[in-house]
């Protein structure tokens, strides 16, 4: 919003202003950022703080998806959210706000634990129009597409790297990225004219 020509930025600081009054306060509190739009404010009853928090970041995403629909929200993590963070993240994907949004929720299902949190906290919602894409590890072959074409198809010794990138990251893409970066770095694996390994990473 910030980015925003001064007549516009102005008509939603007056916007802000007039929904947020001095509840304006709470935002800033934990959003340091928007205080150029809100302006500095005190905090002075703290007996009704939960429930006018959740009003106010209401308020707050309301104008701001009026102002820059569609607005999108991406939440990480979500299997390590508390309740207070949940009852904001709710409170903002009611679908009877009148706002044009859509939220994203990432979250890891890898562990009972995990999966009963998270199934337990998206039963609160209405999730009447949601899409889920549950995300699995790659398999051996996707691998092998993927070092094809990372490497251009000019790796050396492609089958040995596939399985030790395979046998340590078990498909996971981001451990997977985060190992041939780490090769990278460390010259396991080097382009002198052609892409090659070193013996000792494929060992």
């Not at 001095?22 to 939960?50: F, M």
């Not at 106010?56 to 390590?80: N, S």
Request: hydrophobic share 45%; net charge positive; with cysteine.
């Amino acid at each position: 919003m910030l980015t925003l020509p001064n007549q516009k930025l102005q008509r939603i600081k007056a916007k802000l202003s007039k929904a947020l009054t001095r509840d304006g306060a709470l935002v800033t509190e934990i959003a340091p950022q928007t205080l150029s739009l809100i302006g500095n404010q005190h905090i002075s009853d703290y007996q009704k703080l939960k429930v006018r928090l959740e009003k106010a970041f209401q308020l707050f995403i309301t104008i701001a998806a009026t102002e820059l629909y569609p607005l999108i929200i991406a939440v990480d993590d979500l299997q390590w959210a508390d309740n207070a963070s949940w009852r904001i993240i709710s409170s903002i994907a009611d679908p009877l706000l009148p706002h044009n949004i859509y939220v994203i929720l990432a979250y890891r299902n890898n562990t009972v634990g995990y999966r009963n949190k998270v199934n337990s906290l998206l039963q609160t919602l209405d999730l009447g129009r949601a899409l889920t894409v549950n995300l699995e590890r790659l398999t051996l072959d996707a691998v092998r597409t993927l070092l094809t074409e990372v490497f251009a198809g000019q790796l050396q010794d492609t089958d040995k790297l596939l399985w030790l990138t395979y046998r340590k990251t078990a498909g996971n893409p981001l451990y997977l990225k985060q190992m041939l970066n780490l090769l990278l770095q460390n010259r396991g694996i080097y382009y002198p004219g052609q892409w090659a390994a070193e013996r000792n990473c494929l060992s």
